[in-house]
């Protein structure tokens, strides 16, 4: 199989799908590499260090129109949708149901579209949503640090425990990988930190993984408005169902924050589990609402793009090889992780997420894999 490894063109996108050593496994299966140039620049990856992988070097267009498989990290932009030609497989973060035009695209040129983000695996999670869950929630508290200062428009509080003024509060909405990675920085500058969760086997899980400053309480409201009245920073980690018209923090609830209080958004959801959210840029990262500084960069991980690299890397190229060593029919039919990642086969809609919310037609994925 052909692999076509493009340079993201996303503003502010410096994560590439596939690492130096990920290239060299695919040549040592006996596929061949197409990649663009300057495609790992931003995550620190040479070109010569390719081509020393065994890769060859093309042109932006020739990469989409001689691979069988496209190896992404993030959704199809407008500009390269000229770009797919039917039957070719591109395997991304493709966010369909936030995307609905570049999926009808996907449908009208039969791609195979295969995400990253609903791969899962025998115990319900997702592998490859892990790493750049954890870097975002990282890079999520250390936002708030950087936003906190003065000279950034912040309230002059340093997030950490400094003896004989009060210790900040930092509230983190979900205990999953994003709320792990936040509280864990939080917690080791020494911060009161709460987290809220609705499952109490998960909250018992991270509860040994983090130290004594860490609360656990139920996420219900009466919890939640307790802790946006004490919270200097809100960090919210956990993903809203889009099909859901509700929220979980609403815009008279802001009136309660403290002033100078801040919103950090990891999971982006505009208008999701909190109302006033939206997403923003590395570009253009803040905004207030309500008084409230919100920040919701829907790529964190890009701004470690190295780290995020090699993450991702490692945790979607087995799914890569098994496609380009089986094909992605006999792929799909053996394991049923994968096919949780079918997003469109054949000009079939097989998410059904994405069905109900933009009502499109559904086609199970075994079912159009079988036809």
């Given amino acids: 199989m052909i692999i076509g490894l493009p340079k993201e063109i996303k503003k502010n996108e410096y994560r ?125 508290f250390l936002a708030a640090l950087n936003f906190s200062q003065a000279v950034h428009g912040g309230k002059g509080i340093l997030l950490a425990r400094i003896p004989g003024v009060p210790t900040p509060d930092v509230t983190i909405i979900g205990c999953g990988n994003s709320g792990l990675g936040a509280a864990e920085l939080a917690a080791a500058f020494g911060n009161r930190v709460t987290i809220l969760d609705i499952d109490y086997k998960a909250m018992n899980e991270v509860s040994h993984k983090l130290p004594p400053n860490v609360e656990f309480l139920y996420s219900n409201r009466e919890n939640l408005l307790t802790c946006l009245k004490r919270t200097d920073v809100l960090i919210n980690c956990i993903l809203w169902p889009k099909t859901r018209k509700d929220h979980l923090v609403n815009r008279e609830d802001l009136s309660l924050m403290k002033k100078g209080a801040m919103i950090i958004d990891v999971a982006c959801d505009d208008a999701g589990a909190i109302e006033t959210c939206r997403s923003t840029s590395h570009d253009d990262p803040v905004y207030y609402e309500e008084g409230i500084l919100h920040y919701c960069v829907d790529n964190i991980p890009s701004a470690f793009s190295c780290t995020a690299s090699q993450t991702l890397s490692a945790a979607t190229l087995p799914h890569a090889l098994n496609m380009a060593n089986k094909g992605v029919v006999e792929a799909m039919k053996e394991d049923k992780h994968l096919r949780r990642g079918l997003t469109t086969y054949k000009g079939m809609l097989t998410l059904l997420e994405t069905a109900q919310k933009h009502s499109m037609p559904f086609t199970d994925p075994l079912e159009a894999i079988s036809k």
């Fill in 16 to 140: 590439v799908a596939a690492t130096p050593a990920a290239v060299a496994a695919f040549t040592r299966a006996g596929h061949k590499v197409l990649f663009e140039h300057d495609c790992g620049i931003g995550s620190g990856f040479a070109d010569e260090e390719y081509i020393a992988s065994g890769a060859e070097m093309k042109s932006h267009e020739d990469v989409y129109r001689l691979c069988d498989m496209l190896y992404k990290v993030k959704e199809i932009e407008p500009a390269e949708y000229d770009l797919l030609h039917e039957g070719m497989i591109v395997f991304t973060y493709l966010h369909s149901n936030a995307h609905p035009e570049m999926t009808r695209v996907l449908l009208e040129k039969n791609v195979t579209g295969v995400c990253y983000e609903d791969i899962d695996d025998d115990e319900g999670k997702f592998p490859a949503l892990a790493p750049m869950s954890v870097l975002a929630g990282k890079g999520g």
